[in-house]
């Protein structure tokens, strides 16, 4: 099982890190101890800077290799939510530094999921989702403002990649993240079901 995860793949959010629009998906990895599905986020020793980022998660039921777009959606089994926790201060050393940004990014609990949701319940061509922060919206989403929308990032990841079912692909994150601090409590809804909540420890 492998996490995919895509950076940029917003406008507003791009702009709001004063980052270029990529003109292909940023693609970058999570080790699978990256992963949890626990409530409770112990907030990294080594980082006085975490952000949340709420993104739309991809569950694959189906492998594959240069997956033809038109065929793409085929292999999109279920959606969750999940934050992908980003060290911001460390993040930012790397990519001063032209650095591969794994250790801010792909540490213990830095990718939380929620429970799955079959995919063909939605429209993934306009699928909302939002995020508050103690009860307070700070981030809303919809799928149709994705840059790379997810039948092309299974076709594009593909090229690269063997993709094999289970694998999971972390869309990106639009405009609002933050940092967030311990006591935090996180809950993302997608549509207006609550399904995500992380309690920062
Ligand atoms: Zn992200």
Redesign the pocket.
């Given at each position: 099982m492998k996490i995919f995860?895509?950076?940029r793949n917003y406008v507003d959010h791009a702009k709001e890190l004063n980052n270029k629009v990529p003109k292909k998906p940023l693609v970058f990895m999570k080790p699978t101890t990256a992963l949890s599905y626990k409530k409770k986020v112990p907030y990294p020793t080594f980082s006085q800077s975490v952000h949340y980022?709420l993104?739309l998660v991809l569950h694959l039921s189906k492998g594959g290799k240069n997956i033809k777009l038109s065929q793409a959606h085929n292999h999109i089994g279920a959606i969750a939510l999940g934050i992908?926790y980003?060290a911001r201060d460390i993040q930012a050393t790397c990519k001063a530094n032209g650095h591969p940004w794994e250790i801010a990014?792909g540490f213990d609990n830095a990718a939380t999921l929620s429970p799955m949701y079959a995919a063909s319940e939605f429209n993934l061509k306009s699928t909302k989702f939002s995020l508050s922060l103690n009860g307070r919206l700070v981030q809303s989403g919809d799928t149709k403002d994705m840059i790379f929308k997810a039948d092309y990032l299974i076709h594009y990841l593909s090229q690269y990649f063997t993709l094999e079912a289970g694998d999971l692909i972390?869309t990106?994150?639009p405009a609002g993240v933050g940092p967030i601090k311990k006591g935090d409590k996180l809950e993302g809804r997608l549509e207006e079901r609550l399904i995500l909540e992380n309690v920062i420890v």
């Open positions: 995860c895509i950076g980022e993104e992908d980003t990014k972390y990106g994150t």
